[in-house]
C-alpha cells in the first residue's frame, strides 16, 4: 500500500496524496538557448512528460525562464545550485517550483530568503540531497556519505524551512549508488510525511540508467515509497519518460499509453519482431489509452501466451495470425503487419 504523504500542487499537477505517481525529466540542452529549450520540453510533453526541470547556471538562464514557461504546458521547474539569487530571479520568472540542493546553496539566512518568495508566489520547494553534495558536518559524522548522512543532511533543511511555516515541500535523496538510494529513502518515509521524488543520481547510459533504476525504485514503489520519478539517462530525454512509464505500468501502478509485449524469439520464428517492434513503437507513441499488444514469433504459443493482449500478431513464414483477446480474426501479410495492427488499435482507441 502507498504511504501517505501531503499533498503539493506543482504548477496544475497534483503531487502527494491519492493523486497519481508522476513522471518527470530535465532538459540537456543550454537553458538560455529559448528555442532549443522550448523544443525540447515539447518532445518531452509529447512523450508524456509531466513535469519538467531545467538547469539554472547562471542570470542568462534564470532571465528566460517566463519565455519557456509561457510556451510549455507542463509545470517548469528550476533546478539552482551554489547561487540562492537564482532562485530569487526564477521565481519572479514565474516558474512552478525550485528544487535546491541545501549542500550548496549557502547560509540557512540564504534558504529562507528563497523560502520567503517562495510563500508568497505559493510555489512549492524540492529540497534535493545527492550523495555528492552532502555538507561537511554530516560527512564527518557519519564517516562519508553514508544514506544516514543524506537522511541527516535533508532533515536539517526540512527543519529551517518548517521554522518558517513553509511546508509545500517535496524531498530527494539520491545516490549513484541503488542500495544507498532505496535505505536513504525507505529511511526518510519514516521520518517525514512530505512527497517524495525517486531516482537514481548518475545512473548512466540507456542500459545501465533503466537497469538501476528499474531494480531501485521498482523496490521503493513496491512498498509504497514515492510521489514524483525520474529515469537519469544520459542521452535523449524522452528516453527517461517512456522508462519511467514503463516501470510504473509494470508495476501497475498508472496504466498509460501502449503496453507492448513481445517474445525474445527463436529459432522458430519467420517474421523480423525487431523491426515491427520498433515501427510499432514510434506509431503507436501517441496513444494514450491503456492497450496491451502483443508481437508474437509463432503460432505455437502466440495466442495462449499472450491471451491477456487486447490485440497482437502470431506469426508464420512471413505472415501472422491477427488476434484479439485471444481470440484469432485472421491471416495478415508480414508486410502489412504494422499498417493493420496500427488501424485496429486506433480504430480500438476511438470507439
Do not use: W
Given at each position: 500500500m502507498r504511504k501517505k504523504t501531503r499533498e503539493i500542487v506543482v504548477g496544475d499537477v497534483i503531487v502527494g496524496g491519492d493523486a497519481p505517481?508522476?513522471?518527470?525529466?530535465?532538459?540537456?540542452t543550454d537553458t538560455s538557448d529559448v528555442e532549443a529549450t522550448i523544443s525540447q520540453i515539447k518532445k518531452l510533453e509529447a512523450s508524456g512528460c509531466e513535469i519538467v526541470r531545467v538547469a539554472v547556471p547562471d542570470q542568462n538562464s534564470a532571465l528566460v525562464l517566463g519565455r519557456i514557461k509561457r510556451n510549455i504546458g507542463i509545470p517548469l521547474i528550476a533546478d539552482i545550485h551554489f547561487n540562492y539569487k537564482l532562485a530569487l530571479t526564477a521565481i519572479q520568472e514565474g516558474v512552478d517550483g525550485l528544487r535546491i540542493n541545501p549542500g550548496n546553496i549557502g547560509s540557512p539566512k540564504r534558504v529562507e530568503i528563497i523560502a520567503k518568495a517562495a510563500d508568497e508566489?505559493?510555489?512549492?520547494?524540492?529540497?534535493?540531497?545527492?550523495?555528492?553534495?552532502?555538507?561537511?558536518?554530516?560527512?564527518?559524522?557519519?564517516?562519508?556519505?553514508?544514506?544516514q548522512a543524506m537522511v541527516e543532511s535533508a532533515l536539517k533543511h526540512i527543519g529551517i524551512l518548517e521554522s518558517l511555516n513553509f511546508y509545500s515541500i517535496k524531498v530527494s535523496l539520491k545516490a549513484s549508488n541503488v542500495m544507498d538510494t532505496v535505505t536513504a529513502n525507505r529511511l526518510i518515509s519514516e521520518k517525514v510525511k512530505y512527497p517524495i521524488h525517486l531516482g537514481v543520481t548518475e545512473a548512466g547510459s540507456f542500459t545501465?540508467?533503466?537497469?538501476?533504476?528499474?531494480?531501485?525504485?521498482?523496490?521503493?514503489?513496491?512498498?509504497?515509497?514515492?510521489?514524483?520519478?525520474?529515469?537519469?539517462?544520459?542521452?535523449?530525454?524522452?528516453?527517461?519518460?517512456r522508462a519511467g512509464f514503463e516501470i510504473l505500468k509494470a508495476l501497475n501502478l498508472r496504466k498509460r499509453g501502449i503496453n507492448l509485449i513481445s517474445c525474445p524469439t527463436c529459432g522458430r520464428c519467420e517474421i523480423d519482431i525487431?523491426?515491427?517492434?520498433?515501427?510499432l513503437e514510434e506509431r503507436l507513441e501517441s496513444v494514450r489509452e491503456p492497450l496491451t499488444v502483443a508481437v508474437m514469433g509463432c503460432v505455437v504459443n502466440g495466442p495462449g501466451e499472450a491471451r491477456q493482449a487486447d490485440i497482437g500478431i502470431a506469426g508464420g513464414k512471413g505472415e501472422g495470425l491477427l488476434f484479439k483477446n485471444?481470440?484469432?480474426?485472421?491471416?495478415?501479410?508480414?508486410?502489412?503487419?504494422?499498417?493493420?495492427?496500427?488501424?485496429?488499435?486506433?480504430?480500438?482507441?476511438?470507439?
Open positions: 505517481i508522476t513522471v518527470q525529466s530535465m532538459t540537456k508566489r505559493k510555489i512549492p520547494i524540492r529540497i534535493g540531497v545527492n550523495s555528492g553534495s552532502i555538507e561537511k558536518e554530516f560527512l564527518d559524522k557519519f564517516k562519508g556519505p553514508t544514506p545501465s540508467a533503466v537497469a538501476k533504476s528499474s531494480v531501485c525504485l521498482g523496490i521503493l514503489l513496491d512498498e509504497g515509497i514515492g510521489d514524483t520519478i525520474r529515469v537519469s539517462i544520459t542521452g535523449d530525454p524522452t528516453l527517461e519518460v525487431p523491426f515491427l517492434l520498433q515501427q485471444g481470440e484469432i480474426i485472421r491471416k495478415v501479410q508480414e508486410k502489412e503487419m504494422v499498417t493493420i495492427l496500427v488501424e485496429e488499435i486506433l480504430a480500438m482507441v476511438n470507439s
